[in-house]
């Protein structure tokens, strides 16, 4: 055994987490603040999430715990092979992600989250060389990081379980901290480093809605199964990923002041007749006016730090190191590859946790505003560039030089989504790279073009 892990948060990254690391020989305890999810009476869960796309890194790190599993989890998703754009009169127009048939995979948030806990029970009923176990409604209240002077002292963690009135202390050799973008973990890390820390709300509200099977009993999906759906309307949009049944999780991103102004039917009614016509009769008008006016209004938040780690005593991953608004579909993936890195990590360290650590604070922090970047730029392109002629001969002509240049030439998306070879911040100084190429390029052909032009004209008018 290589040690006590405690991992607080079982949700998508703690559980993957937990497994890798009791894969590796780990005795894993997992606590969660929330009930166990897989529970009846969880409340309104599937209202507070958009749906995700699982891409290559995500994938890459399912794999790498286990092949088998990965399968297993994995069974529910369905591939998009790339957007849907639906205009004002509802005519649709494919912009695929890649030119191999590349796709992402639309899985339910809740869906990913129960299969990854089910690993969980399988894995510890196998009774492996490392353990694993989830205790639900525990809420962390406090870290004392032993001695520092004494690498090797535990970390003694405090909890406070539902309906009990004693609190729980325990001791371990390590701890992780994957509970989210509000991190409790992250907040008693801050108090022992001097940790960089910002946060940015932008000003866009979601509002997830549901576009239900088809009545077709020749084919449940009303719109194709295999695009994620985008109306773009420049200052908002909606957006629509498939679901196995036939159905689409759709969600709504817009201003706070845009969103809260739309209170009464008739607002919420015409609004919606008015950009998404078409969605209107997917969703069905009176549903669609019930779930605006009902379903939570989420907030989008990014946040920012450094470091991540205190010595080989705690780390944190996920959104609890770098929560990112979705507009990349890479919250997720990015988690799960804060795991296969860590892990690695801790392999080539022989398992030394304060080496491990190091590094991936080291290593990862430039990967990690890389993708911060990009998620927050991200939502301009979706919801305004995809109409846009100059954004389309882009992308056109990223298709056509990498047919011609291979890995010489490669579009950001590829690199970001297909590409788990290629770290964050590497894409970005390639695209920066083939950005200055076009833009030469783009000029010489334009000057070519005047020098032509005048040149023509000069003979025609014989000067």
């Known amino acids: 055994m290589k040690g006590n892990v405690a991992v607080i948060g079982a949700g998508l990254v703690g559980a993957v987490a937990g497994l890798s690391l009791a894969q590796e020989g780990y005795n894993v305890t997992i606590f969660e603040l929330r009930a166990d999810p897989r529970l009846a ?86 009774k492996n060389e490392g353990s694993i176990q989830t205790k639900f409604e525990h809420k962390l209240l406090n870290v004392d990081f032993g001695n520092d ?105 817009g201003p706070w002041k845009l969103t809260e102004s739309l209170k009464t039917k008739e607002q919420i009614s015409s609004f919606f007749s008015d950009q998404f016509p078409d969605a209107v009769n997917l969703i069905g ?79 990862r922090h430039k990967d990690l505003l890389a993708i911060l970047s990009l998620a927050l730029g991200n939502y301009h392109e979706m919801s305004a560039k995809v109409t846009s002629n100059l954004y389309k001969l882009r992308k056109a002509a990223d298709g056509v030089l990498h047919k011609l240049l291979g890995d010489h030439w490669l579009p950001l998306y590829t690199m970001v989504s297909f590409r788990d070879d290629i770290p964050y911040h590497e894409a970005l100084e390639i695209e920066a790279h083939q950005q200055r190429l076009v833009s030469i390029f783009g000029g010489v052909s334009i000057l070519s073009a005047s020098v032509a032009i005048l040149y023509g004209l000069k003979r025609g008018l014989k000067i």
């Open 41 to 126: 009476d969880t409340g309104d869960k599937n209202l507070r999430s958009i749906n995700l796309a699982v891409s290559n890194r995500g994938i890459r790190t399912l794999r790498m715990i286990d092949p088998q599993m990965a399968e297993r989890v994995l069974a529910d998703v369905l591939p998009m092979k790339g957007r849907m754009i639906h205009d004002l009169k509802g005519n649709q127009a494919e912009q695929l992600y890649g030119l191999y048939g590349d796709a992402i995979y639309s899985i339910d948030r809740g869906v990913l989250n129960e299969n990854l806990l089910h690993e969980i029970e399988l894995f510890d009923e196998a």
């Open 285 to 363: 008008e009176n549903t669609l006016v019930h779930a605006f006016q009902n379903n939570p209004k989420g907030s989008l938040l990014q946040v920012t730090c450094s470091p991540y780690h205190f010595k080989g005593k705690c780390i944190i991953i996920g959104d609890a190191a770098h929560s990112m608004v979705p507009f990349y579909g890479q919250g997720m993936n990015c988690g799960f590859e804060d795991v296969r890195l860590l892990t690695e990590l801790l392999k080539k360290s022989k398992y030394v946790s304060e080496d491990a650590f190091e590094a991936f604070t080291e290593t």
């Open 149 to 253: 002077s004494d690498k090797d002292s535990p970390v003694e963690v405090t909890f406070r379980r539902k309906n009990h009135n004693d609190d729980v202390r325990l001791k371990f050799d390590m701890i992780i901290g994957a509970d989210g973008a509000h991190s409790t973990t992250r907040a008693f890390l801050g108090k022992k480093v001097r940790m960089d820390y910002s946060q940015q709300y932008i000003d866009k509200c979601y509002v997830e809605l549901y576009i239900p099977p088809s009545d077709d009993p020749n084919n449940k999906f009303s719109i194709s199964p295999n695009h994620l759906h985008i109306w773009p309307r420049r200052d908002f949009m909606l957006i629509a990923l498939p679901n196995t049944d036939g159905s689409f999780t759709s969600t709504f991103f």
